[in-house]
């Protein structure tokens, strides 16, 4: 089956920081993009940041630039969001996703993450 | 940056109606060089994540229901579910893939049963 796992969510302090990790499974993770996208409470969907496959190509949201970093171990299957001097409108539900097809970055996302929770407390 | 716009912003239909959702993007979408609308529809229930339902603009994912449908090209794109079905209650949003950095949601559209 493939699916994607979250984790290292949790509660801290305004300024404080997390990392947080993404387990995928059950697919090639190597050979696709992945995004970190973010829901605040009772909102819509915010896109966070992007990492390609080979990792030379990464995105970040404006709002975050500067703050987080995203990185990924294709030999753990893995994808990471390092998340440094938070504020309180980080806080969300953080998911990362899948792009359908191999390689791109462009197109959408086919496999989603349950989430993990982020709350930043002011 | 590309906005993508969504309307209305909820809506309620009865059960085995037609239910419509539009989605404008502010600059045009279209690949030429692939002839393909980079956009894609998801919808999300509560305490779920999205799930695709459309990408291309128009072609529907493996083991969606056939009552979805998406439409449109170069700035406006619509969604349609033919025939209400109450497991269709969900939060429906909409994405461009087109620009750098790709990945832009609309505010999301809210379908409830009339």
């Known amino acids: 089956e493939v699916q994607l796992l979250e984790s290292g969510g949790g509660l801290v302090q305004s300024g404080g920081s997390l990392r947080l990790s993404c387990a995928g499974s059950g697919f090639i993770f190597s050979n696709y993009a992945m995004y970190w996208v973010r829901q605040a409470p009772g909102k819509g969907l915010e896109w966070v940041s992007i990492i390609n496959p080979s990792s030379g190509r990464i995105y970040y949201a404006d709002s975050v630039r500067g703050r987080f970093t995203i990185s990924r171990d294709n030999s753990k299957n893995t994808l990471y969001l390092q998340m440094n001097n938070l504020r309180a409108e980080d806080t969300a539900i953080y998911y990362c996703?899948?792009?359908?097809?191999?390689?791109?970055?462009?197109?959408?996302?086919?496999?989603w993450g349950q989430g993990t929770v982020v709350v930043v407390s002011s | 940056d590309i906005v993508m716009t969504q309307s209305p912003d909820s809506l309620a239909v009865s059960l085995g109606e037609r239910a419509t959702i539009n989605c404008k993007s502010s600059q045009n979408v279209f690949h030429n060089s692939i002839n393909k609308n980079q956009v894609a529809w998801y919808q999300q229930k509560p305490g779920q994540p999205p799930k695709l339902l459309i990408y291309w603009a128009s072609t529907r994912e493996s083991g969606v229901p056939d009552r979805f449908s998406g439409s449109g090209s170069g700035t406006d794109f619509t969604l349609t579910i033919s025939s209400l079905q109450a497991e269709d209650v969900a939060v429906y949003y909409c994405?461009?893939?087109?620009?750098?950095?790709?990945?832009?949601f609309g505010q999301g559209t809210k379908v409830e049963v009339k």
């Open positions: 994405q461009q893939y087109y620009s750098t950095p790709p990945g832009t």
């Open positions: 996703a899948k792009v359908r097809i191999v390689e791109s970055v462009y197109d959408g996302f086919d496999i």
